[in-house]
C-alpha cells in the first residue's frame, strides 16, 4: 500500500507543472530542424502550392462559367472547352497530390532521423549524475514515442499549414469577388467558432501533455519489471506487479481517451458552423438570385467555395492538434537537450595521450547529493605502474574514488591528478581512453563474443581479441560454444554464466590497453580455479600499468603493492599485506572476520 501512496503522490507533483502557455519559441525551435531541407525542396514546395492553389481556386470558378456561359446559353462547344479544363485541373492535382505525398514524407523522416540522432548523441554526453535521476524507461521513451509524436507533425501538418493558410486567403478573395454581400453574411459564424476553440485550445494542450506523461511511467515501469523479472518471479510478486500495471494502463487509458475526445470536439464545430453558413448560402443566395444581384453559376461556385473554405479550416484544427502533441513531445525532448553534462569539458582542455599513470587525489571531498559527503580530505598518491587495493566496509568510499579518476563526478572539493595534470583541465575521450574498468555487474552487448571483447578497441583484429581473451583465461570456455569467437549471445549476455560474463568484460578491458587498469569485484563470481588463471594472468598483463582493485575476498590482494582501507569516506590505514597485518588495526579484523566465515 505504502509503494502505491508514493506512486500517487508522484504523479500528482509531476501533473501539478504541466500548465504552461503555449510556446511559440520552442516551437521555432522545433521547425528550425527543417532548416537545412528547404534549400533543396523550397522551389517545390513553391511550385506544389502554384498548383493546388490554381487547381482549387480555378474549378470552382470553371464551374461557375460553364453554367452561367455554356449551360444556359446551350453552347455544347464552351461547355466540352470548360469541361476539359476542369478535367486538366484535376489531372494536374493529382499529380501535384502524388509528389508532394513523397516529398513531405522524405522531410519528415529526414528531420525525425536528424532529431533522433542528435538527442541519442547528447544523452551519451552526459554525466553519470543525470543517469542517477533517471529509469531507463524514462530515458527510453525520450528517444522512441516522443520523437515518433512528431511524425505526422513534420510529414503533413507543416506543409499543411501553408497549404491551408494560402487556400483560405485565395478563397476568401474569390468570395468577396463573386459577392461581398453574401460573404459578409456567412463569415458572421467565424467570430463564434474561433472563441469556442480557443476555450478548448488550453484543455486540448493539457490533455496531450498528460498522454506523454503516462506513456512516460507506463513505459519505464516495463522496463523495469522485465529488467527484474526474475526477482518478481523469485518473490511470486506477478499477482501484485499485474495489478500495479492493470492500474497504469487504466490511467494510460483514461488519459488517452480524454485527450482524444478534447481534440475531437473541434470538428463538430467546424461542421455546425459549415451548416450555418450552408443555411445562411441558400437563403441568402436565393434572395440575391431572385433580385438578379448574382448568377445560378455564381451561387454554384459560391458553394463550392463554401465548402472548400471549411475543409482547410478543419485540418487547421487537426493540425493544431498535432502541434499541442508536438509542444507535449518537444517540451520533454528539449529538457534532455538542454542539459549540461555536471562534468564539464573546458574549451581549452589539454589532451591526455602518452602517459605514465601516475594518480594523486588531494584533498578531495566528494557528494552525490550536495548534501552528504561520502569521502572526507582524502589524500592519496599511486605511483606509475603500482597496484593498490582499496578495501573497506560497504559504502565506504572505494567506488567513489573510482568514479572520480574515470571522472564520472568532478570533486566538490580538492583535485583530482593523473601525472600531475587535474582531470578537469583534460578531454574526457582522451582520459578514459587511457583507462579500462571491469565492473562487478559486468554487461554483455547483443552480438558475438568477438563483438563484444572488441567493444573495448574497435580497431583490434581477430588475433588481438584472441590473444586477450586466452591472457585472461576467457579461451577455455569460448572455444567450446557452438561457434567459437562468433558465438551471437542474447540481450545482456544471459547464455553465459556470470563468470564467464566476467572474463568477457576483463578481456575487453585488457584489450583496450590501457596505462590504468581499474577492478571493481572483478573477480567476485569467478570460481577459484579460474580465479587462479585470472591472477597467474594479472602477473604479466598489470606490468607497466597502474591498477586499481576494488576487492570484498581479501586472499585476492595480498600481493599488490599498497593497501588502503578506508571507512565512511576517510583513510584510515595504508600499506601492504604484511606491514597492515603486523599493525593489527583495521585491516587485520577485516581479514580474520572474513577467514572466520569462510570457515578457515
Known amino acids: 500500500m505504502k ?45 506544389s502550392l502554384a498548383v493546388v492553389t490554381l487547381v482549387r481556386l480555378g474549378v470552382p470558378f470553371l464551374i461557375s462559367i460553364a453554367i452561367d456561359e455554356a449551360i444556359q446559353k446551350k453552347n455544347l462547344m464552351d461547355l466540352f472547352q470548360v469541361a476539359g479544363m476542369i478535367m486538366g485541373l484535376y489531372v494536374l492535382g493529382w499529380m501535384e497530390s502524388a509528389l508532394r505525398i513523397r516529398w513531405t514524407n522524405q522531410l519528415g523522416h529526414s528531420v525525425i532521423y536528424d532529431l533522433r540522432q542528435e538527442l541519442f548523441t547528447h544523452i551519451q554526453r552526459l554525466s553519470h549524475r543525470f543517469f542517477d535521476k533517471r529509469s531507463a524507461g524514462s530515458i527510453l521513451v525520450r528517444i522512441t514515442n516522443d520523437i515518433n509524436s512528431l511524425q505526422d507533425l513534420f510529414t503533413n501538418g507543416v506543409v499543411n499549414i501553408f497549404i491551408d493558410i494560402v487556400m483560405l486567403i485565395g478563397i476568401l478573395v474569390m468570395l468577396f469577388v463573386l459577392s461581398p454581400t453574401l460573404t459578409f453574411g456567412i ?84 461542421d455546425m ?30 458553394a463550392y467555395y463554401l465548402g472548400n473554405f471549411w475543409e482547410p479550416i478543419s485540418r487547421l484544427g487537426q493540425v493544431y492538434n498535432q502541434l499541442l502533441m508536438a509542444m507535449a513531445s518537444s517540451e520533454r ?45 582524502i589524500d592519496l598518491k599511486i605511483k606509475a605502474g603500482e597496484t593498490i587495493a582499496l578495501v573497506g566496509h560497504t559504502g565506504s568510499g572505494k567506488t567513489s574514488i573510482v568514479n572520480l579518476i574515470c571522472r564520472f563526478y568532478d570533486p566538490t572539493g580538492g583535485r583530482v591528478k593523473i601525472d600531475g595534470v587535474d582531470l578537469t583541465q583534460v578531454r574526457l575521450e582522451t582520459l578514459r581512453s587511457q583507462v ?10 547483443s ?3 568477438m563483438d563484444n571483447i572488441r567493444f573495448g578497441r574497435p580497431d583490434a583484429m581477430d588475433e588481438e581479441v584472441i590473444q586477450a581473451a586466452c591472457a585472461i583465461g576467457a579461451d577455455f570456455f569460448i572455444s567450446r560454444l557452438p561457434n567459437g569467437y562468433h558465438t551471437e549471445v542474447e540481450e545482456r549476455g544471459n547464455v553465459l554464466s556470470q563468470g564467464e560474463r566476467q572474463l568477457l568484460s576483463f578481456a575487453r578491458a585488457l584489450l583496450a590497453n590501457p596505462k590504468i587498469l581499474i577492478l571493481d569485484e572483478a573477480t567476485a563470481s569467478i570460481d577459484t580455479e579460474t580465479e587462479v588463471k585470472v591472477q597467474q594472468a594479472l602477473k604479466r598483463l598489470l606490468k607497466g600499468r597502474t591498477a586499481i582493485v576494488i576487492a570484498h575476498r581479501l586472499s585476492t590482494i595480498r600481493e599488490v603493492d599498497t593497501i588502503v582501507v578506508l571507512d565512511h569516506g576517510t583513510i584510515i590505514e595504508q600499506g601492504n599485506h604484511t606491514s597492515l597485518m603486523d599493525r593489527r588495526g583495521v585491516y587485520y579484523d577485516l581479514v580474520l572476520s572474513q577467514f572466520r566465515v569462510l570457515g578457515t
Open 333 to 377: 525532448i528539449f529538457e534532455f537537450l538542454d542539459e549540461k553534462p555536471s562534468v564539464p569539458e573546458q574549451q581549452e582542455a589539454v589532451e591526455l595521450t602518452d602517459i605514465q599513470g601516475s594518480i594523486a587525489l588531494e584533498d578531495v571531498q566528494f557528494s552525490y547529493d550536495g548534501q552528504r559527503d561520502v569521502l572526507h580530505h
Open 436 to 445: 579500462s574498468i571491469v565492473l562487478q555487474d559486468t554487461f554483455i552487448f
Open 447 to 449: 552480438g558475438s563474443i
Open 187 to 270: 463569415m458572421i459564424v467565424l467570430p463564434l467558432m474561433f472563441l469556442i476553440s480557443i476555450q478548448l485550445r488550453k484543455k486540448i494542450r493539457l490533455a496531450w501533455q498528460t498522454v506523454r506523461l503516462k506513456q512516460s511511467k507506463i513505459n519505464s515501469h516495463l522496463n523495469e519489471s522485465i529488467q527484474g523479472i526474475r526477482v518478481t518471479q523469485s518473490f511470486t510478486q506477478e499477482q501484485e506487479n499485474l495489478a500495479f500495471f492493470e492500474r497504469m494502463n487504466m490511467d494510460n487509458f483514461e488519459a488517452w481517451r480524454t485527450a482524444t475526445q478534447r481534440s475531437a470536439t473541434f470538428r463538430p464545430i467546424v
Open 273 to 302: 458552423a459549415g451548416a450555418i453558413g450552408t443555411a445562411i448560402l441558400i437563403w441568402l443566395g436565393a434572395t440575391l438570385i431572385q433580385a438578379d444581384t448574382i448568377s445560378i453559376g455564381v451561387f454554384v461556385a459560391f
Open 3 to 47: 509503494s502505491r501512496q508514493k506512486h500517487d503522490r508522484f504523479q500528482y507533483s509531476v501533473e501539478n507543472v504541466i500548465d504552461k502557455p503555449y510556446n511559440w519559441t520552442q516551437m521555432t525551435r522545433l521547425m528550425g530542424y527543417m532548416k537545412p531541407y528547404l534549400g533543396k525542396w523550397l522551389p517545390f514546395a513553391i511550385l
